[in-house]
């Protein structure tokens, strides 16, 4: 009674019925809150309405990645005000709930990750000075847009990051091709030196429009000062140096 948060069981519960749900699919979420008739009409609209709430935020904050849309609505008492003169002053507890009704939406093939990973790697074993290199991120040719298909490498990190609250973490940008030597070289490695930050940047902004607070975070570019493969002899050499780096500075 007079309660809208869960225990730890009911987390429980809620929490093995999503992820019963997380198989890459997207879904659309009803959620009503409920009363008994103990209290005003009024205290019981506003509390059904924090019952409501309080799904809402668990699941937004925990599986964000279920959600194609999410609606919440608060029905308040579940029996007439005859009925509850007649009923006990203890209310009825089958009354005091939150329904949530779920309809499948489409499947984006993203899938919730493992707790005691970050980024592929143990987090028990995580400490700063880690570094860790964000597969599957490209951006256009000489500019800091990033390809349609990389946005899925920074909302895994965005999940991790949530995941794991603790983490501070500093984005490192990379560029290649610094191996030139003609008369406007060093105006090209000052160019490749701000595109690298510039792209660090675009993924700092990218993580704190998706809800990481930017008191976690901070970035840098390099430029091809610190080069993965050196001297660069292919294209696939060029490819490698141009990365997008995650260095660890709290766990």
């Known amino acids: 009674m007079d309660v809208h948060t869960l225990s730890t069981e009911q987390k429980s519960l809620l929490a093995s019925t999503l992820d019963s749900l997380n198989i890459g699919n997207n879904y659309d979420f009803n959620i009503t809150g409920y009363t008994d008739y103990v209290a005003s ?99 256009v040719l000489n500019t800091t847009n990033l390809e349609e298909n990389s946005k899925k490498s920074l909302d895994t990190l965005v999940q991790e990051l949530k995941n794991h609250t603790s983490v501070k973490i500093r984005i490192e940008g990379h560029v290649c091709c610094g191996d030139i030597y003609t008369y406007y070289a060093q105006a090209f490695k000052q160019k490749q030196k701000q595109l690298s930050k510039d792209r660090a940047h675009s993924v700092y902004q990218y993580l704190i429009k998706n809800g990481i607070s930017e008191n976690r975070l901070s970035f840098v570019g390099y430029g091809f000062n610190k080069p993965k493969i050196y001297p660069e002899k292919t294209e696939e050499d060029k490819a490698a140096n141009r990365r997008v780096i995650v260095k660890i500075l709290y766990p």
Request: proline share 2%.
């Open 41 to 139: 009409k009024d205290y019981n609209m506003q509390l059904a309405k924090k019952r409501a709430d309080y799904i809402k935020d668990y699941i937004e904050t925990k599986y964000p990645q279920l959600i194609h849309s999410l609606y919440t609505s608060a029905h308040g008492e579940l029996i007439t005000e005859e009925d509850a003169i007649k009923s006990s002053k203890n209310g009825e507890h089958e009354s005091r709930r939150v329904d949530v009704v779920i309809m499948y939406a489409g499947y984006t093939g993203f899938i919730q990750l493992d707790k005691k990973k970050f980024m592929g790697k143990p987090y028990a074993q995580l400490k700063a000075g880690d570094s860790i290199e964000l597969r599957n991120l490209h951006f």
